[in-house]
């Protein structure tokens, strides 16, 4: 026996806690109308897990708990609490004993409970659905309700049956793996989504990554391209700067050795200059030695013709004076001298034009004749006063020629002084026209040396130049390329090669890097560390998405093959349960009725509303609506149909049969379908109502072999049914408006019941 104890506290017209023990297989609860018995039935329902306040005959939660009556105020809560014996472990918890419980408030708000610790309503659900005390309360048959079977719609029938056969949870298994199944589903159309959406950043992130690893890769061979050149640039920059300024400080210190002896040289030409002017006071000095000399000489003459002239009147004077004793006064005229003179002076420059001595002494003879005659001539006339004229003459003449002969000494003077100015003057000309001549040269020199040294200083200025250039060029070089490739560019200078290669390919080498700069911009240029991390992220998000859909995939299929599994579960089970079910139809019916014919069948589907009436019985059309019905015929689930066939009658149709033969008939079908699949219990509120005697005593008959199978809890008006009953509750109204329960006897309960 699974069943121990049920305990209601507050719910309904249970205000105090009472607890009902089932230590027997077939309990019954008596008791007249209204005192509370069906309370009992559905508190059953309650702490089961009915969610249907209806079929609780409330219509809020509020409802369930005791309303007040009397001096018993109304309560805050209900509950009902059910014990199982799990000794068999028919429930799958570890525990001997499990307690339900089921507790709403008034602000209808439920708890639900196993053995103390709260749960979730679906934890009890499906904890009983695997004993086979499923939701659809098969085993709760509530007042009224005996034909619930009947009146079912044929896909409610079905449910039922599924649910007596223990099959519900394959079909929580297989509603739950449907639901995931579509879960997975939309969970792979949005991961493949995802999928979509990414792919093409990816592949544009692919080509920037193709573009960065190419950009890596140029970065490489620039790098060591770059490294080479700088460093050969370097080396090439410092040999050149060394060349050029051991050629040219020596060059310089020998132009200012030139410029020094240039100088020099320049000074000394510099004096030449005024050679020009000594030349002119050489001329000057020769001019006025030479004018000089002509006066000296002019004056010379004139000394000369004066002595002449004063010796001539001294001796004439003297002969005047001889005469003038004899002929002392004899006197001549000047005119007749100054003819004599002239004809003597004729004579003179006539023989002077002749060299021939002959001529010169014919002259003098004449001259002497001529004296000799103007003599003789004048012998006799001496005239006093031109002797005294010729003295005074004579004296003139003396002070004239003493004039000259100062001036001719001041000449000499001054001829003597022009003359060594003169010599003095041309001694340093000489003198000077030598060294000029060397500085003349030395200038040449110089002059021939400097500009060999300026060439080859230009050459270096110019080679400076282009060194400049170079490393102008060198440093613009490494700045671009350090903005390039990053300082360790400067690292060149650890690096050392072989210097002896042509500086040619050195050009090479720059154009070559230019050529990978320029293919390095065009692939993007460098950096792309995010490009490469955001690749690599989308990439792996991109195979975790794969993954994902891979492993959704994989749970799809199983979910497929659970859900096939399942149906197929469901169908043969399903299958082998219904023939079961019909079998045992079959022999009740034919117990109840004393022969007829009983059976149940799967129904086809329904495809289009009006096929409906061909397939459908009449009392499915009895109790199916149209628009349940167009919602049944649209669905595929397959419905339960029971045909009847009662004996000596031709009743086929269940429309046809009486509240007493429906009654009978599921009875007989409730009995068969919970005997193919016992639940661990059952409730039958008064379903013995409808029945005569004669059908009493079968009904009782057949509680007792059921009761093999499973506890029974009867609540019954019927003597029959409580004489079968192990224990008998019964359950009273009590002055207070509460229900009361007792433990009765047989008899007692009999009195009770009435
Ligand atoms: P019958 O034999 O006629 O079927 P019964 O014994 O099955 O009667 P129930 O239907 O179980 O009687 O009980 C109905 C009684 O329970 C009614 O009197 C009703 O007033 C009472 N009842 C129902 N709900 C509450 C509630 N929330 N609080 C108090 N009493 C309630």
């Not at 394959?170 to 995931?180: F, M, N, R």
């Not at 020629?401 to 001041?410: A, G, H, R, V």
């Not at 340093?428 to 300026?454: G, H, L, P, T, Y």
């Amino acid at each position: 026996m699974y069943l121990k104890s049920i305990e209601l506290s507050g719910f309904k017209s249970f205000a105090k806690k009472s607890e009902l023990n089932f230590s027997s297989k077939v309990s019954a609860i008596v008791g007249p109308n209204g005192s509370g018995k069906s309370n009992v039935a559905e508190a059953f329902r309650f702490v089961l897990g009915e969610q249907s306040i209806k079929s609780l005959r409330g219509k809020k939660g509020e409802d369930l708990i005791w309303n007040g009556a009397g001096d018993m105020p109304r309560g805050n809560r209900a509950s009902v609490k059910v014990t199982f014996d799990n000794s068999s472990k028919f429930l799958p918890l570890d525990y001997e004993n499990v307690t339900i419980e089921r507790v709403v408030h008034r602000d209808s708000v439920n708890e639900y409970l196993i053995n103390g610790s709260q749960v979730r309503l679906r934890d009890i659900v499906e904890l009983l659905a695997s004993a086979h005390i499923g939701s659809s309360g098969h085993h709760i048959i509530s007042q009224g309700e005996a034909d619930r079977i009947l009146n079912a719609t044929i896909k409610e029938r079905k449910s039922m049956i599924e649910d007596a056969l223990g099959l519900k949870m394959y079909q929580y298994k297989k509603q739950e793996s449907e639901k995931k199944l579509v879960k997975t589903r939309e969970n792979i159309a949005q991961v493949e989504s995802l999928r979509r959406e990414i792919t093409p950043h990816i592949r544009f992130l692919k080509k920037q990554v193709e573009k960065v690893q190419k950009g890596l890769e140029l970065r490489d061979e620039l790098t060591k391209e770059a490294l080479e050149y700088c460093k050969r640039e370097d080396h090439y920059i410092k040999t050149i700067t060394d060349k050029v300024h051991r050629e040219k400080t020596p060059l310089i210190h020998i132009e200012k050795e030139l410029n020094n002896e240039l100088e020099h040289a320049k000074k000394i030409l510099e004096n030449a200059e005024h050679k020009d002017a000594k030349s002119e006071e050489l001329i000057t000095l020769e001019n006025d030695l030479h004018k000089v000399r002509d006066d000296k000489d002019n004056l010379f003459r004139e000394l000369g013709r004066l002595d002449g002239e004063v010796t001539s009147l001294v001796k004439m004077v003297k002969k005047q004076e001889e005469v003038a004793h004899s002929y002392e006064h004899k006197t001549v005229t000047l005119v007749s001298v100054e003819s004599i003179a002239a004809e003597i002076e004729n004579k003179i420059i006539e023989s002077k034009k002749s060299d021939k001595i002959e001529v010169l002494i014919q002259t003098l003879d004449e001259v002497t004749e001529i004296l000799t005659n103007f003599i003789d001539h004048n012998k006799d006339k001496v005239d006093m006063s031109l002797l005294e004229d010729s003295r005074k003459d004579i004296e003139s003449l003396k002070d004239s020629k003493n004039k000259i002969e100062k001036s001719l000494n001041d000449l000499k003077v001054n001829e003597n002084r022009l003359s060594s100015q003169y010599n003095t003057l041309k001694d340093n000309i000489e003198k000077e026209k030598d060294s000029n001549r060397d500085a003349e040269k030395a200038v040449f020199r110089i002059m021939a040396e400097s500009q060999e040294v300026r060439s080859k200083l230009h050459d270096i200025a110019n080679q400076e130049e282009i060194l400049r250039l170079l490393k102008e060029d060198f440093k613009r070089e490494i700045t671009e390329l350090g903005h390039m490739l990053g300082t360790h560019i400067l690292q060149f200078d650890l690096l050392s090669y072989d210097f002896t290669e042509p500086r040619n390919l050195q050009d090479e080498r720059r154009r070559k890097i230019e050529k990978i700069k320029i293919r390095l911009e065009d692939s993007g240029g460098i950096g792309g560390d995010d490009v490469l991390k955001e690749y690599t992220e989308a990439t792996e998000r991109d195979a975790f998405l794969q993954k994902e859909i891979k492993d959704l995939e994989k749970s799809a299929v199983s979910l497929t093959e659970l859900i096939t599994d399942l149906d197929v579960r469901l169908s043969t089970e399903f299958k082998s349960g219904l023939d079961k079910i019909n079998t045992q139809f079959k022999e009740y019916f034919a117990l109840m009725f004393g022969g007829g014919e009983a059976h149940l069948s799967v129904s086809v589907p329904v495809k289009k509303k009006k096929d409906v009436d061909l397939i459908m019985n009449d009392e499915d059309f009895a109790n199916t609506d149209v628009d349940s019905l167009t919602a049944e015929a649209d669905a595929t689930t397959e419905g339960i149909d029971i045909e009847v066939n009662l004996p000596k009658k031709k009743i086929k149709g269940l429309m046809m049969l009486s509240g007493g033969e429906r009654a009978l008939t599921s009875i007989a079908l409730l009995f068969a379908i919970s005997q193919v699949n016992p639940p661990p219990f059952i409730i039958l509120d008064e379903t013995d109502a409808a029945l005569d005697e004669a059908n009493s005593k079968k009904y009782a008959d057949m509680i007792e072999n059921l009761s093999k199978y499973s506890q029974l809890i009867v609540i019954t008006h019927n003597r029959e049914t409580m004489s079968r009953a192990g224990i008998l509750y019964g359950v009273t109204m009590g002055l207070g408006g509460g229900s009361k329960l007792l433990s009765v006897a047989f008899d007692q309960a009999v009195t009770i019941a009435k």
